[in-house]
């Protein structure tokens, strides 16, 4: 079974620049987040799909942050302009559900390390 | 706010000595608990989940976590760590009704051979 795919690995721009983040699902599973992970701390959620639609975009910074998730699949990040405090790992993670019971444990990817200078 | 508190950010311990990780919630709802595992240069997984029935839950490489819901504690055991095991280690919770994952801040643990 492939795993959760991110792209790209790496990125570094200057404040002010804009960026974007790509992430393909475990093919099946409905449920997508995007977390945000500045070093030494954990994982923080920036928005969870189900499908194609919303279900929690309360710690997305939606001023500068924005996201999309076509045909309940793929999904791409954006940050636009980006400030020095958005560098950080943007973790892109899957679950065959979002909801109490079996069948919600995540899948992360690797992740993409944004470096803000 | 609901949070996840994890309590030690840094342990060192030889191999062979017993593990035990803190994690604390405050949520008084129904929850789901979880503990993932980021060994260096890899993807966070899953190492083990509790979601209903027995509290005492056995994971994988000999890890077990116990849920107490009395004391809102869901902490991370592991009788005898190998070099191995060292990694981060995060408690998360998914909150019923709101369906919201929190994560703690995570515990780094090195262990030495």
């Known amino acids: 079974e492939a795993g959760v795919a991110q792209s790209p690995r790496y990125k570094i721009i200057e404040k002010r620049q804009s960026v974007a983040f790509w992430c393909n699902p475990i093919?099946?599973?409905?449920?997508l987040y995007w977390y945000q992970q500045i070093l030494g701390q954990g994982p923080k959620l920036l928005i969870q799909f189900q499908n194609n639609g919303v279900v929690d975009d309360s710690q997305l910074p939606k001023d500068r942050f924005s996201a999309e998730r076509l045909k309940g699949v793929d999904s791409t990040l954006k940050i636009q302009p980006a400030k020095l405090e958005d560098s950080a790992v943007y973790l892109c993670?899957?679950?065959?559900?979002?909801?109490?019971?079996?069948?919600?444990?995540?899948?992360f990817g690797p992740g993409t390390r944004l470096t803000v200078l | 706010a609901q949070s996840v508190s994890q309590h030690n950010h840094h342990v060192i311990l030889s191999e062979a000595a017993s593990l035990e990780l803190g994690c604390n919630y405050s949520?008084?709802?129904?929850?789901?608990l979880f503990w993932y595992v980021q060994y260096p240069g890899q993807h966070l997984q899953l190492l083990l989940k509790?979601?209903?029935?027995?509290?005492l839950v056995k994971g994988i490489k000999g890890f077990e976590a116990e849920f107490i819901k009395s004391k809102f504690s869901f902490n991370l055991r592991k009788p005898s760590v190998q070099w191995s095991d060292t990694a981060e280690y995060f408690c998360?919770?998914?909150?019923?009704?709101?369906?919201?994952?929190?994560f703690g801040t995570g515990t780094r643990l090195k262990v030495l051979a």
């Open positions: 993670a899957s679950s065959f559900l979002g909801t109490s019971g079996t069948g919600n444990e995540q899948f």
């Open positions: 509790y979601f209903s029935g027995d509290p």
């Open positions: 998360a919770v998914l909150t019923s009704g709101t369906y919201k994952y929190i």
């Open positions: 949520y008084g709802g129904t929850v789901n």
């Open positions: 093919s099946g599973h409905a449920t």
